[in-house]
């Protein structure tokens, strides 16, 4: 399923394509953007945000004859990205076509947009996203990546005990050190779900495997990981408890 950002300066012509986009049922959401300013921020955003985040882009259907910057500059500028969404032009003009896939464009609409033509557009995006996603399964999914001393590196997220929520960033906890991250507890809980994190506190997500010790004393709960007391508030006693009795009967 995917997530579409469509972008054109002419409102009529950016209603009618979501609505194309909308009705395909291979497209999880389409948002528009008025111009490449606009554009730009919700891309960066997201790419910002990660692949699993709610804002999440997959591709950007967009028109090249628009106000200030054209769709031309937008793909040059993705192409500076690390994981930029995939690119399908969508314009009146025959003639830049050529440059269109040299900035490796997935593919070229003309308008007016025929559904037909644009489902064919849509058929090709989803087949090379979900070549992506074959291909980053391995390292991108399995890793985060973290500044150290202006240095990126990737930590391995079964290496991860626990995360503490700090603001609008995490710390992250490994048996050698911490590691402040950009990303939102809130964000991590959503895309560690499947990956045994829960949720025991407003401030902290553990990975289920890493508990030492549940601990109970006058009627509050609290975990042990390594050498770190976590309280679990109330709100998730009960979750935990009974994720904890499921995995020990497994």
């Known amino acids: 399923m995917l997530r ?35 554009a730009l921020r919700r891309i960066g955003g997201a790419v910002d945000a990660g692949p699993e985040d ?7 259907f967009l028109d090249i004859h628009m106000a200030g910057l054209t769709g031309l500059d937008v793909a040059q ?3 500076g990205f690390a994981a930029p969404p995939l690119i399908v032009f969508v314009t009146a003009h025959e003639g830049f076509a050529v440059h269109a896939f040299d900035l490796k464009a997935v593919d070229y609409v003309l308008k007016p947009v025929r559904r037909e033509r644009l489902a064919e557009a849509v058929r090709r995006v989803a087949e090379q996203v979900g ?6 399964h ?23 005990a626990y995360a503490e929520a ?12 911490s590691h402040l991250v950009r990303v939102p507890l809130t964000t991590l809980e959503e895309r560690w779900r499947t990956r045994g994190f829960v949720r025991i506190h407003r401030r ?8 030492d010790e549940l601990r109970l004393d006058a009627g509050s709960m609290s975990v042990r990981i390594g050498t770190a007391e976590l309280a679990v ?15 020990g009967a497994r």
């Open 77 to 79: 500028l993705l192409a």
């Open 233 to 247: 508030s109330r709100r998730h006693t009960r979750a935990l408890r009974d994720l904890l009795m499921r995995q």
């Open 54 to 60: 709610a804002a999440a882009i997959d591709v950007v």
């Open 166 to 177: 700090q603001g609008d960033y995490a710390r992250l906890h490994t048996a050698t050190g």
């Open 204 to 211: 902290h997500l553990v990975a289920l495997g890493r508990i």
């Open 131 to 136: 070549d992506r996603s074959a291909a980053g």
């Open 4 to 38: 579409v950002l469509a972008v054109d300066d002419e409102e009529p012509a950016l209603e009618e394509l979501l609505y194309l986009l909308r009705a395909d049922p291979r497209i999880r959401s389409a948002e528009g953007a008025t111009g490449a300013t606009e």
């Open 138 to 160: 391995d390292t991108a999914q399995d890793q985060i990546p973290v500044e150290l001393g202006g240095v990126i590196r990737f930590v391995p997220i079964d290496d991860i």
